[in-house]
């Protein structure tokens, strides 16, 4: 029964299966539309489609290890194995973009790694203190989720390289996409889909009262603070010039820093 309860949280829920869907969900709500379908078997012979698909199977890990309804309690070690796939997910399609040799294309690959390293090893330490008291809403445990959850909501578009923080483009618009057949292209944006999706579904899971009720009731919390975080994340979204490198990162660290630094404060002082 166990080995059952593992394969079925690994690969339908919260796993890879929920992983998918939140990606659907996800370039649905922020962009309008899905990603393509037609052709994605095909770009799984070139080292691309290879790491994108590797990239969907570990969002879909990081995304198992996560409390979700209705096993919502406390968090546990488990954020380390979510941070670890979730991690694994978003550096593994770059590694083709910086073994490339084109300049342009490193680069961007250099960018987005650089960026999005610094935001989610932020972002993580605000979900770990989260998860820390998970199942806990007292008077006590309030600030330390309340600051958690807002320095989550500051770091999450640096995390995913959204908004001023997206990849670098160049003349082309093609960044680290440069050069690569459509079915590649196809594959690594519903990658890029999947983990922000994903992402954004082990942010609203560690950072809301999933666990304070029934497990029906903890998933419709979720599922609303996936659709209004995602609708945000729509309206910001093409509104912001993209950031150089330095002010990306400067700002990352002064968004999000010392709000982590105070969330892990107040759950030192709630315990």
Same mark, same amino acid.
């Given at each position: ?5 593992? #394969?079925?949280?690994? #690969? ?23 990603? *393509? ?17 590797? %990239?969907?199977?570990? !969002? ?8 979700? /309804?209705?096993?919502? =309690? ?9 941070? *670890? ?12 973009? #910086? ?9 961007? $690959? ?10 989610? %090893? ?6 770990? @203190?989260?998860? !820390?008291? +998970? ?7 309030? /600030?330390? +989720?309340?600051?958690?959850?807002? %320095? ?44 922000? =999706? ?7 899971? $560690? @950072? ?6 029934? %497990?029906?009731? =903890?998933? *419709?919390? $979720?599922?609303?603070?996936? &659709? ?14 993209? #950031?150089?490198? /330095? $002010? ?9 820093? /010392? ?9 030192? &002082? *709630?315990?």
């Amino acid at each position: 029964m166990d080995l059952l309860s593992t #394969l079925t949280a690994t #690969l339908l829920y919260p796993g890879l299966l929920t992983a998918v869907v939140l990606g659907l969900a996800f370039a649905a709500i922020t962009r309008g539309w899905l990603p *393509a379908g037609p052709g994605l078997a095909g770009a799984l012979g070139s080292r691309e489609g290879l790491c994108a698909a590797g %990239a969907i199977l570990f !969002a879909g890990l990081g995304l198992s290890a996560l409390p979700w /309804p209705p096993r919502a =309690g406390g968090g546990g070690a488990g954020w380390l194995w979510a941070w *670890a796939g979730f991690e694994a997910a978003f550096l593994l399609p770059l590694a083709p973009a #910086l073994l490339s040799g084109a300049p342009r294309v490193v680069r961007a $690959a250099i960018r987005e790694a650089q960026i999005g390293a610094l935001a989610r %090893a932020l972002l993580w330490g605000a979900l770990a @203190v989260a998860l !820390a008291r +998970h199942a806990d809403w007292s008077l006590a445990a309030l /600030p330390a +989720h309340l600051l958690a959850g807002a %320095a989550a909501l500051a770091l999450f578009p640096a995390a995913i390289g959204w908004g001023p923080f997206a990849e670098e483009r160049g003349v082309t618009g093609d960044g680290t996409m440069a050069g690569l057949a459509p079915p590649a292209r196809a594959l690594l944006a519903l990658a890029a889909d999947v983990r922000g =999706g994903a992402l954004l579904g082990a942010v609203a899971v $560690a @950072v809301l009262p999933v666990g304070a009720g029934a %497990a029906w009731l =903890g998933l *419709a919390v $979720a599922a609303g603070g996936f &659709l209004v975080a995602a609708l945000l994340l729509r309206r910001l979204g093409g509104r912001l010039p993209r #950031l150089p490198l /330095p $002010a990306a990162v400067r700002l990352g660290l002064l968004a999000g820093a /010392p709000l982590v630094a105070a969330a892990a404060l107040a759950l030192a &002082l *709630a315990q």
